[in-house]
């Protein structure tokens, strides 16, 4: 089976894969925009396995441990079984037992809003979801949060993705809290329906090579500890009161923030397919 995690960027996404994929059975992809690429190409793209596998290695941050030669062995069939079929790439990769793996969750947060491809799969769609004063201070600590630094922006950009996420069918979508981790896990694996054997053994996980490779993602392979209330408080006043007002102002204009969305995950792709062209020249 496939998951699907969605959220909010700086939401928790993160830390909930490497909770996940520490169970037994269960391989967590390295986030990535390949699934929604996937379900919006047209048959002739559709046809070329070379391009679908330069595809998902342009679209995949970071740097995905698949090879293009590997990803490309993985393109034939229809979408739900290339995408668990990379997922079982990436257990041969991390030395687990590819015929154990019985779900592959892709942590897809970028290209939100395009949902056809993800829902013609049988895959089921996790959101989590995080306190808004806890999501915009940490676009203070990363580089690419530097566009929702200003508490307008930040919240309407908030907004476009909340009316994706309501446009997921109830019955395919589970939503819980960052502060409800790791506790909520055992009911995220009930509406998944999977088996909790326990965990992998001793070795690597996606998410430990992904933080080799990123030094921002360091914290996220040691044991979960949730600060979050004590970041509150450390904000002032001010902003807290900034945050709050553009969050009541943005929260009424969710309905018809679709375009906005749009627009961002037409960017994303523009970025996606150039660099998939470069790959390959």
Known sequence: ???????????????????????????????????????????????????LAAL??????????ITLDEAEACMGGNDEEILFA???????????????????VWKTTRTIGMHKGLLATKGKFVIIHRN??????????????????????????????Q?????????????LKYDDLPGALDGLLDFLGVEDYGEWPDGKGAMDLVAERCSWLNQITSEFENTDSLKRD???????????????????????????????DGRSVSSIRSRAKTLLA
């Open 1 to 51: 089976m496939l998951t699907y995690i969605l959220s909010t960027p700086r939401s928790g996404s993160t830390v909930l894969t490497a909770l996940l994929e520490k169970k037994k059975g269960i391989i967590c992809m390295p986030e990535s925009s390949f699934p929604q690429i996937l379900g919006s190409l047209d048959q002739k793209e559709r046809s070329n396995e070379r391009w």
């Open 56 to 65: 998902y290695i342009a679209g995949t941050f970071p740097p995905t441990p």
């Open 86 to 104: 990379l997922g079982k790439a990436l257990a041969t990769k991390l030395s687990r037992p590819a015929d154990e793996v019985t779900e592959v």
């Open 132 to 161: 808004p004063l806890n999501v915009f201070e940490s676009q203070f600590r990363v580089s690419f949060g530097k566009g929702n630094r200003n508490p307008l922006r930040f919240a309407v950009f908030n907004e476009s993705y």
């Open 163 to 175: 009316n994706a996420f309501n446009r997921i069918p109830q019955d395919r979508k589970y939503e």
């Open 234 to 264: 450390r904000l002032d006043t001010k902003t807290v009161n900034q945050v709050n007002t553009a969050m009541a102002f943005a929260r009424p204009l969710r309905p018809l923030l679709g375009p906005i969305r749009s627009y961002f």
